[in-house]
């Protein structure tokens, strides 16, 4: 079991540009949550999607969108970046959805964006 | 979800028990104490969890006063490789699976 998995692991952007973070969940997980974390600070919860639709969002811009596709991987988008977006973007999976019991979250390792 | 209280940061002796508190005294009874770290540039790792009764699993033991007002973490022979950031949150188990995460513990174990 791979666990989750994001990509790409690093990225530098330049002001202005769009960007799409990809997260597979861990086998089994069927619902997904995006974290921003900038240095030095806690990680930061952006959205979470279970079944393909938007359950709850934190304290974030609408340059911040998302996408659950039917296989559970999910996409982070952000636009019109903003050297402020720098940070790393944590994509976390649960194993079970919105009625049941959730457990512990598994986090990835990461996308470091660099806004140049 | 309540909100948590963590000392920035703590020192611990190699071999030595690590005892990293935290202070949610707004927590409400459906509530789960979770405890998660953060190795440098590494995703969160969840560590334990528990509602009110004392809990252990093979990495620590989570113990949480009878109030549910504060609870304590316990690394029984802290290693090298727990220095890391502990994070405490509390949140509903049940529903939307979102954590929100405070400063945490900055744990340095020195040799």
């Known amino acids: 079991d791979a666990g989750v998995t994001q990509s790409p692991t690093h990225l530098i952007k330049t002001r202005g540009q769009q960007v799409t973070l990809r997260c597979s969940p861990k086998s089994g997980h069927d619902t997904v949550s995006w974290y921003q974390q900038a240095l030095g600070q806690g990680p930061q919860f952006i959205f979470q999607y279970y079944e393909e639709e938007e359950r709850q969002r934190g304290n974030f811009p609408d340059r911040f969108s998302g996408h659950q596709f039917p296989n559970y991987s999910s996409e982070l988008n952000v636009n019109a970046l903003l050297l402020g977006d720098s940070a790393l973007y944590l994509c976390?999976?649960?194993?079970?959805?919105?009625?049941?019991?959730?457990?512990?979250?598994?986090f990835g390792q990461g996308t470091r964006l660099t806004v140049v | 979800d309540a909100k948590t209280t963590q000392p920035p940061s703590m020192d611990c002796a190699e071999g030595r028990a690590a005892n990293l508190p935290c202070n949610h005294s707004t927590i409400s009874g459906n509530e789960y104490v979770y405890w998660y770290r953060q190795i440098h540039s590494q995703g969160p790792q969840y560590i334990i969890h528990?509602?009110?009764n004392n809990e252990t699993n093979e990495m620590a033991s989570l113990i949480i006063t009878e109030d549910r007002k504060s609870s304590t973490l316990i690394l029984p022979h802290a290693t090298l490789r727990d220095t890391a950031v502990y994070y405490c949150i509390v949140r509903v188990v049940r529903g939307v699976n979102d954590m929100r995460f405070g400063a945490g513990t900055r744990l340095t174990v020195k040799p």
């Open positions: 976390a999976s649960s194993p079970l959805g919105m009625n049941r019991e959730n457990t512990e979250a598994f």
């Open positions: 528990g509602l009110k």
